[in-house]
């Protein structure tokens, strides 16, 4: 019953925009941010042989992040997600780092209608979550492929993130939970009920299971 108040109530506060500075702050930095981070590696991919492609990228990634952040000055609220949905937003997410040519990806899922009847109206949060775990493979991990799958465990919902990457040390991690993005993530699991699983070995890679418990 606590586990259950305490999620009500942080739902609460992100539907009422309790704390609207909070809220705009999160959505800069996991949105906004993201895209402004492609362009970056776009713009350190540039070679006398790309330049015109690379700038093609780089002028599109601005534009989406300009056209984001208007949104978000008049809406507080990501209304392209909710049109194209949960499935479509990791592709066109992935997508978009494969063209940084860095990476390549695979996104693996059960049916759309399956998720959006087994997670109540959470996607958005979800895929918040999915996005602050790219963010840190892109920033930290020193990867060069990442997985996505979405799963279905009984009436349960799995997501499972995968890089090649460098790793860590999960009891560094544990002790010190630092960091807005590790935060972000483990505050928003928990507001959809969700729980988070991470597995790393050095110089192996990384596996973040986020296992979403219907209600």
Partial sequence: M??????????????????????????????????????????????????ESQIELIDELLGKAFSDLREISHTLKNNRFHQIGLSESIRQLLHNIERTGKY?????????????????????????????????????????????????????????????????????????KQGIGLHNIYTRAKMINSTVEIMSTIDVGTTIILKFKSQ
């Fill in 104 to 176: 390549t990806t695979k996104f693996e899922s059960i049916p759309s209608d399956e998720i959006d009847g087994l997670i109540h109206g959470n996607d958005i949060i979800l895929f918040r979550i999915i996005q602050e775990i790219i963010n840190n493979i892109l920033k930290h991990a020193s990867a060069n492929h990442i997985n996505i799958f979405i799963t279905k465990e009984n009436d349960d919902i799995a997501v499972s993130i995968e890089n090649n990457g460098v790793g860590f040390d999960l009891s560094i991690i544990k002790q010190e």
């Fill in 2 to 51: 606590k586990n259950r108040f305490e999620q009500t109530m942080l739902k609460t506060q992100i539907e009422i925009q309790d704390q609207p500075l909070a809220y705009i702050a999160s959505e800069i930095h996991d949105n906004i941010g993201q895209i402004l981070f492609l362009a970056k590696i776009n713009n350190n991919q540039i070679t006398k042989d790309n330049v």
